[in-house]
Structure formats: C-alpha cells, structure tokens
C-alpha cells in the first residue's frame, strides 16, 4: 500500500439488499474516491446474454462475453452511478430482476468470474477505489486497506427491494420478491466459487432500522479516521472510529 496512504482500497460486500451498492456510492462521493460496482459488471454480462438469447448453460459464450466487456462507469450531477456499454447507458435496463437472476446464476462460473475479478482489480490498480460487490473483500481484494460487510434481515432486504421496484413501475408482489431475495442468498451462500461470506477482518455492520445517511457516515468516518493512521486495520479501525 505504500505510496498512496491518503487513497485507500474499500471493499465493501453483503448480501442482496443489504444497502452495499448505494452506501458506497455516497461514501465514495463524500470522500471523492472513485466508484466502481462490480455487480454491475455480472449484470451487464448477463443483460447481454439475455438480449442475445444465451442460456445459462452456453457457458463458452457467456466466458466470451465477460472477456469483451468493456463498461464504463460515471456520476451524475446528482452522485448517481450511471453504467454505459458501447456508448448506450444501461443503468436503468441493469435493475431488471430478470437481469439480476440471470447474474446470481452465471456468477457461479468460474472462468466468467476470473475474467471480471482481473478487470475489477485493474481498476485499485490506479489508486483508491470503493468498490462494492460479492467477494470483493475476499477474492477481488483481500488485502483492501478497510474492508466493511453489511447485512440486514431477508425481510428487510425484500423491503428496500421491493419498494425500489413499485417506484420503477414493477408490478410485483413483496412475497414475490422475498422469495426471491431467500433464493439469492441459498444460491450465493452455498455455491463452490466465491460463495458469499465475511471476510475474517471485515467490519460487519447490521444495517436494520439505520438510515442510509447513519451508515454513509460510519464509512465515510472509517476512511477518514484510515487516512490519518494507515495502520489501523479491522476491529482496530472499528474500535478507533466507535472511541473517536
């Protein structure tokens, strides 16, 4: 890490719905680092897929996919993360659950996953970084300079699912969605790549009944406190921000 002691790595990871993608958002804009969402990547891989009608089990087309994919990320005036693919932007088009499963399920392979990995770890390369998504703070990452693994109930996942889906004009169920939620999670927890867990020195953070300023500023203080002392790792830096 030497060198750049003021731009940390932060890898942030958690199941679905656990708040991870727009928490590091709003941490990286607060401290001006860049951010990158690799589940965006899977799921632009599999947005592409499906509008090629590739199957889950074409796996030698899905590799092939991930290995040309070349996505560009930007912010919005407003801090939004906005993905593009050849010059069309695919935020919105990324949201879609049909997008979201097929995702979880390419994501077990472990060819597609070592294409992504190698472009997700390019990007720390270049300096500081937040980035969020599954295993970055064990495989993408495992030696991030602040690592932070958030979770909340499935039930209160499905809920933040599924009030964003009625604002974007789903007509779901919540039912629907926690079931879907649960599936997720079985498929992610249990899969024999990079199944979803926290790393030993990760800072777990329950995320039930914070609001999402509450939690963006527990990780912005982690990243500034870091940046004063580089040494200060895990439940050391936790301890640091919590006597702060």
Not at 67 to 91: I, K, N, Y
Not at 148 to 159: Q, S
Not at 162 to 184: F, H, M, N, P, S
Request: hydrophobic residues 45%.
């Amino acid at each position: 890490m030497t060198g750049r002691s003021h731009l940390p790595i932060v890898a942030i990871d958690g199941p679905a719905g656990s708040g991870k993608s727009t928490i590091a958002r709003l941490a990286a804009l607060r401290t001006g680092l860049p951010f990158i969402s690799s589940g965006a990547m899977y799921r632009a891989v599999a947005l592409l897929a499906l509008r090629a009608g590739i199957l889950v089990t074409e796996r030698a087309k899905l590799i092939a996919l991930a290995e040309a994919l070349e996505p560009r990320f930007a912010m919005d005036d407003e801090g939004r993360e906005r993905v593009f693919l050849a010059g069309e932007e695919v935020t919105e088009a990324l949201q879609q659950p049909a997008v979201a499963q097929m995702a979880s399920a390419i994501a077990v392979i472990p060819e597609l996953r070592a294409q992504l990995v190698a472009k997700q770890q390019a990007y720390g390369q270049r300096g500081g970084v937040v980035m969020e998504g599954r295993d970055i703070q064990t495989v993408v990452f495992p030696d991030a300079d602040i690592k932070i693994f958030l979770f909340a109930t499935p039930e209160e996942r499905a809920r933040r699912r599924w009030k964003e889906l009625l604002a974007q004009g789903e007509a779901i169920t919540y039912a629907t969605v926690l079931d879907e939620v649960c599936t997720r999670d079985a498929r992610d927890e249990t899969r024999d790549v990079s199944p979803l867990c926290a790393a030993s020195d990760a800072i777990k953070l329950d995320t039930d009944g914070k609001t999402i300023d509450k939690v963006v500023q527990y990780v912005v203080t982690l990243i500034h406190t870091w940046q004063k002392d580089p040494s200060l790792k895990g439940e050391f830096l936790a301890r640091a921000v919590k006597c702060a």
